[in-house]
């Protein structure tokens, strides 16, 4: 439950990083001999699966072998809001570490690399997390069908967009020329708002958290239904 005033609940630094990596369709992989675009449109063989293992937990090489290979090397992601908004890059994650080769036995398809941190750039923050964190993290539930939610509720449930302003602070709303869904999480709802000189980003909490993408549904209702009943209007809630 907020207390009055209180801010919404939104995700942790290492809740949006998994997020991130469990929904993202490409990468860049940079080391020092090479930077390559990784996809998952890529043709089958072509895509590379990158394990990753703590910096210490690397099995002894066994007689007659010698140790792995380690290479410097970083992952970049880019999340981009799926929705028409004005600076669609919502956050940037950077995964750094030392690829090994050969492979563990353990890690069959894909390539090894020893973690050291992941970075989290948004407008607002910059944070850096461990391996512990992430792993502790889990990915939001509407991770995989966020982009798909997001470009329905634009495209179909315009109606639906401009009630939910009723529930932002009057202030922000004054001087918006537009307001487009941004994010959907197990949180709540993130409209940015629009303005002739910039743009300023708004949650709107879920009544409760999610914890299954099938309780988006009602969800939204209870968001609809609470818009209803707020008398807060303006010009961007006029059917002209």
Not at 15 to 28: D, G, K, P, V, Y
Not at 47 to 58: A, K, V
Not at 170 to 198: K, N
Request: glycine share 4%; net charge neutral; proline share 8%.
């Amino acid at each position: 439950m907020r207390t009055l005033n209180s801010p919404p609940a939104q995700p942790t630094h290492a809740e949006r990083i998994r997020t991130i990596l469990a929904s993202a369709q490409s990468m860049t992989l940079i080391t020092d001999e090479s930077r390559t675009e990784v996809s998952r449109l890529n043709e089958p063989g072509l895509t590379q699966h990158i394990h990753l293992h703590p910096l210490t937990d690397e099995p002894e090489p066994g007689p007659g072998h010698t140790a792995p290979r380690r290479v410097p090397a970083t992952l970049e992601f880019t999340d981009v809001a799926p929705t028409a908004v004005r600076d669609r890059v919502r956050a940037r994650v950077t995964v750094m570490g030392w690829l090994t080769s050969p492979p563990r036995p353990d890690s069959a398809n894909g390539r090894c690399m020893q973690f050291t941190r992941a970075v989290l750039d948004t407008m607002t923050a910059k944070a850096s997390v461990g391996l512990a964190d992430l792993m502790a993290a889990t990915a939001d539930p509407l991770a995989t069908c966020e982009a798909s939610m997001l470009t329905h509720l634009v495209d179909d449930h315009h109606d639906l967009v401009r009630l939910l302003i009723r529930l932002v602070e009057p202030r922000l709303v004054q001087g918006t020329q537009r307001a487009v869904p941004l994010a959907l999480d197990r949180y709540g709802v993130t409209l940015r708002l629009e303005y002739a000189g910039g743009h300023h980003d708004v949650r709107i909490p879920f009544p409760t958290q999610l914890t299954d993408v099938d309780q988006f549904g009602l969800q939204i209702h209870a968001l609809e239904a609470a818009a209803r009943r707020r008398s807060h209007r303006s010009r961007l809630l006029s059917d002209s």
